[in-house]
């Protein structure tokens, strides 16, 4: 009989179960969980992998410091428990490399992605290496542990899965997608406090509308991500081709 799985299977294994679904449970993703059986979500409590009488899965860092280190071999037997086939292993850490739109598209083509969540000072070195562990980072803070993290991760995936959000073409404007940050939305009522939606959206010339949205985005990019634009400037210029920002 063929498999009635999901095709995107998102496990994650913490310490801390109870954080989930969280917002992974609500609004289209939600649904497309809980009705339309897109993606699944699994937790796996780490905790029931220790041997120790008392449950610890921790211990000090070798070499001495504060706080302490999720042990290599309980990771191990939590991560060697899971069915195959194999599914990329993600390991949230502020240390990993940053998150971004081309690695989340990747990801989204699999059977899904495993995250392991970390706390204290983080995992053992060991076990990231030997079970293949990529390092992923949401951003350049420090969080309390990874459960955060993962759901953004998840997430990012998740509303890639055809049928989850709906319109492709809202997908293919958003930011990233194409090297650049999304333009500014607007909606009615045509003044709010004083300021007015900007003349050429209400134009009706969608030719005008789709050149201002692209000066927009690439004014946003070049503002605000200095290393978006230069890249962006980089493709245009192999092209042969100008940006529309004035």
């Known amino acids: 009989m063929p498999s009635t799985a999901p095709p995107f299977q998102a496990t994650v294994l913490t310490m801390f179960p109870e954080a989930f679904p969280g917002p992974l449970g609500v609004s289209l993703v939600g649904t497309a969980w809980r009705e339309k059986g897109l993606w699944s979500l699994e937790t796996v409590d780490i905790r029931a992998f220790s041997t120790d009488t008392r449950g610890f899965l921790d211990d000090t860092p070798a070499g001495g410091g504060p706080g302490a280190v999720l042990k290599a071999d309980v990771v191990a037997r939590a991560v060697d428990s899971l ?81 989850v959000l709906g319109s492709g073409e809202s997908l293919s404007s958003e930011s990233f997608e194409d090297g650049l940050l999304e333009h500014p939305q607007y909606t009615r009522p045509r003044t709010f406090e004083g300021l007015d939606i900007p003349e050429v959206l209400l134009s009706g010339d969608h030719k005008k509308v789709d050149r201002w949205r692209q000066a927009q985005r690439e004014t946003t990019t070049r503002e605000r991500r200095p290393d978006l634009w230069a890249a962006h400037l980089a493709n245009l210029q192999a092209r042969g081709a100008k940006p529309e920002e004035k």
């Open 83 to 163: 069915p195959g086939p194999g599914r990329p292993l993600l390991y949230m850490s502020a240390r990993g490399r940053p998150l971004t739109q081309a690695r989340v598209r990747e990801w989204a083509k699999a059977d899904g992605i495993v995250v392991l969540c970390g706390r204290f000072e983080g995992v053992d070195q060991r076990v990231l290496d030997a079970r293949g562990f990529e390092e992923v980072s949401v951003g350049d803070a420090v969080l309390a542990g990874g459960e955060a993290a993962a759901m953004v991760a998840i997430e990012a995936c998740v509303r890639l899965i055809p049928g």
